[in-house]
């Protein structure tokens, strides 16, 4: 039996080793050996503990063998699913396997030099937005930050490559004031006039609109409270805090809103009555504002292909009118605020952006066509 320093026993798999003045920790899992090294008995039996745990669950990989494609599985299940949002981990699966896979997936995780990183950095640069360099960056560093803690790698490529500087002009597509009243005239006979109404009246974004529920609505206060965005995983649909803290907001009703709001309500009523045994809300989402004729959620497919159908009438007689997305109807919003003179600041808590300068950059494009009527507010101290 093996002894400590003092000549006590020591547990089973661990040895003194006096030359070196530390302890060993061995144990064998399908036919491999495991090692793990101490100052203290105390130290060797919780870095065992760990490793077993980690070998056992399938989150631990010697540096030879790890793959990219096999870390990031293990990275995005084993602990990203633990500490961020459900639709966080959908967005980062996705821009995975849209700019990460094909290049990286097949590699040694340890083969990933900064050199690489700074090249996909580069290319990616020219033709995509700065945003997704900044969520394929965000999956490269959580990768490899968590990689070290597990002695998979011993250095994080990721942290001496530069996001290139973005000098590309960015443009958003904003409906101008004819263009809103056309799109609504065109919307008034279809089955989610009052959703498109509420979008360009309030700036919600698409999921937090179709996630509405009746709870979030204060007809008495006038106000509408942002607790939940509506997501589709896994052919299931699922509510899940807003895009960020500060997207939890709550929003004064508009006179339009308060009526439309009302008059939803009353529809929905009726057609619940009407629908009997047919109206069928999964369990969970018995109460949201916007459902279809048949009161399930209204998915963020159906959203698009009814704006593309009443985008498509439009052109018809108006081929000039341009092709938007259900999120011009939230840039729409906010470049009508700033045009009646709503201050950034206010906007902000309004839109729920995370900080003013998102506000300021994304609609800059609105301040030169205010700034000839500013300006005249100081005419009087000339006269």
Not at 30 to 52: A, I, P, Q
Request: with cysteine; glycine share 4%; charged share 25%.
């Amino acid at each position: 039996m093996a002894i400590d320093k003092n000549g006590k026993p020591l547990p089973k798999g661990i040895t003194y080793r006096p030359k070196e003045d530390r302890y060993m920790g061995r144990f064998m899992y399908h036919g491999e050996s495991f090692t793990v090294y101490g100052k203290t008995l105390k130290e060797v039996r919780k870095s065992l503990e760990d490793l077993k745990y980690q070998v056992e669950h399938r989150i631990y990989f010697k540096e030879s063998s790890v793959t990219f494609d096999a870390w990031f599985d293990i990275w995005i299940n084993e602990y990203k699913k633990l500490s961020v949002k459900a639709g966080t981990v959908e967005v980062y699966k996705s821009s995975y396997n849209a700019y990460l896979k094909k290049l990286f997936g097949r590699r040694q995780l340890r083969d990933i030099r900064t050199d690489h990183i700074q090249a996909f950095y580069n290319q990616m640069a020219q033709v995509f937005s700065r945003n997704t360099l900044e969520v394929c960056r965000a999956i490269l560093n959580g990768m490899y930050t968590q990689a070290i803690r597990n002695e998979i790698v011993q250095k994080n490529p990721v942290s001496n490559a530069v996001l290139p500087r973005d000098n590309r002009r960015h443009t958003i597509e904003v409906m101008s004031e004819e263009e809103q009243k056309l799109f609504l005239d065109y919307a008034k006979e279809t089955y989610y006039y009052r959703i498109y109404e509420l979008a360009l009246s309030t700036g919600m974004r698409s999921g937090e609109l179709r996630g509405l529920q009746w709870s979030d609505i204060d007809f008495q206060s006038k106000t509408i409270y942002v607790t939940h965005t509506l997501l589709y995983r896994n052919r299931e649909y699922f509510l899940d805090s807003p895009k960020t803290t500060s997207s939890e907001r709550d929003i004064p009703m508009l006179d339009n809103v308060y009526h439309l709001l009302k008059l939803q309500q009353q529809i929905q009523r009726k057609e619940q009555l009407i629908m009997g045994k047919l109206w069928v809300s999964p369990a969970g989402f018995e109460h949201l504002v916007f459902t279809t004729p048949k009161g399930r959620p209204v998915s963020r497919h159906l959203f698009k292909v009814c704006t593309d159908k009443i985008i498509q009438k439009v052109q018809k007689d108006h081929p000039l009118f341009p092709h938007i997305t259900p999120h011009t109807f939230r840039h729409t919003f906010a470049t009508r605020s700033i045009e009646r003179g709503i201050p950034p600041k206010v906007l902000q808590t309004i839109l729920g952006h995370k900080d003013l300068a998102t506000t300021m950059d994304t609609y800059a494009h609105v301040l030169p066509n205010t700034k000839s009527s500013e300006m005249q507010k100081l005419a009087g101290l000339f006269d």
